[in-house]
């Protein structure tokens, strides 16, 4: 079990710049959250995800966020354009749904906007 | 809406002392509640959960929880720290269903020799 895979692992950008970021659950989960994790907020939960649907992205900050999961294997978080208060560590992270007991964790990652 | 409180930021033990972290929750029932560990550079690693039945729950790593109702209460404790137990910890909770999960700012824990 290759456990959730996020990438890529750190990613430096200029402002103004399109981010994406990548996950891929564990086979077989059908719950998919993004999170974002900094100093000053802690963890917020972005969006999750059920059987590929977004059910609550309540936590994205604001239109240029965009999340997808095209197939129950792979998500995509995007930022157009990217901001200096973006930078964060952003996890992934699945679990057995719709009641799921346990969430497993990317490693995130690290993003810096310059 | 459901919260999480970790009151301390940061802490620092001594090796083999005991640790207890503090978690206060806000929910309209009982809800279920979690303790994370992450150490640094690294995601987020279950180290016990709570859902019903016995109030004390035991988790990985020798640590444990209580579950304290009338407290609104779910304290992380390890009666021996060692120094692989440094990390940062955090107190989750969730309505449980499609495992909404809101996390607590999470405490920093520091142990010294």
């Known amino acids: 079990d290759a456990g959730v895979i996020q990438s890529p692992r750190h990613e430096v950008t200029e402002m103004g710049q399109e981010v994406t970021l990548r996950c891929k659950p564990i086979?077989?989960?059908?719950?998919l959250f993004w999170y974002r994790q900094t100093m000053m907020r802690g963890l917020e939960l972005l969006i999750y995800?059920?059987?590929?649907?977004?059910?609550?992205d309540s936590g994205m900050p604001e239109d240029r966020f965009s999340a997808k999961m095209p197939n129950a294997s792979f998500s995509t978080l995007k930022i157009q354009p990217s901001e200096p208060r973006d930078s964060a560590v952003y996890f992934c992270?699945?679990?057995?749904?719709?009641?799921?007991?346990?969430?497993?964790f990317g490693s995130g990652t690290q993003l810096s906007v310059l | 809406a459901q919260s999480v409180t970790q009151p301390d930021i940061h802490i620092t033990v001594s090796e083999g002392a005991s640790l207890e972290l503090r978690c206060n929750y806000s929910y309209g029932a009982t809800p279920y509640l979690f303790w994370y560990v992450q150490s640094p550079g690294q995601g987020l690693q279950l180290l016990l959960k709570y859902f019903s039945g016995d109030t004390l729950v035991q988790g990985i790593k020798g640590f444990e929880a209580e579950f304290k109702r009338s407290q609104s209460s779910f304290n992380l404790r390890k009666p021996s720290v060692h120094w692989s137990d440094a990390a940062e910890y955090f107190c989750a909770v969730a309505p449980g269903g499609y495992q909404k999960v809101t996390f607590g700012t999470g405490t920093k824990l520091q142990v010294i020799p």
């Open positions: 992270a699945s679990g057995t749904g719709p009641d799921s007991e346990k969430l497993f």
């Open positions: 995800f059920n059987n590929n649907v977004p059910i609550d």
């Open positions: 086979s077989g989960h059908n719950s």
